[in-house]
């Protein structure tokens, strides 16, 4: 079992910024450092269906979605096993529970769907009003 912790949601004003943080443990039993470890942040806003939002492998293979795009960023520090979700400019459609993802990365594989990962965390709120 992978167990991931995200931590930054809250409440802030259109126009304003959040960082997520995503810490990974236990993936080690396993047998693999989290840098094999590709992470996901999906959301899912009230009423709607989960969507992924930015996507990352190990190195820095870098996937936004397009609704987000210049807006939002992934990161990651494999020595601290945390990844990140860096938003700008947040809009009131913004709102939503987010979600960090992972699941071991394989050599070519493109992983941008809730099925894709195996491993979820408990989500995090961020609330943003007009």
């Known amino acids: 079992q992978v167990r991931l912790v995200e931590s930054g949601g809250g409440s802030v004003q259109a126009g304003g910024s959040l960082t997520l943080t995503c810490v990974a443990s236990?993936?080690?039993?396993?047998?693999?450092?989290?840098?094999?470890?590709?992470m996901g942040w999906f959301r899912q806003r009230p009423g709607e269906v989960r969507e992924g939002v930015a996507f990352?492998?190990?190195?820095?293979?870098?996937t936004i979605a397009d609704f987000v795009k210049g807006r939002f960023s992934i990161s990651r520090n494999n020595d601290e096993d945390t990844a990140y979700l860096q938003m700008s400019i947040l809009k009131p459609e913004d709102t939503a529970m987010y979600y960090c993802?992972?699941?071991?990365?394989?050599?070519?594989?493109?992983?941008?769907?809730?099925?894709?990962?195996?491993?979820w965390g408990q989500g995090t709120q961020v609330t943003v009003s007009s």
């Open positions: 236990e993936y080690g039993v396993h047998g693999y450092t989290f840098k094999r470890w590709c």
């Open positions: 993802a992972a699941r071991l990365c394989v050599y070519g594989g493109d992983y941008r769907l809730e099925s894709d990962y195996h491993y």
């Open positions: 990352m492998d190990g190195e820095e293979t870098r």
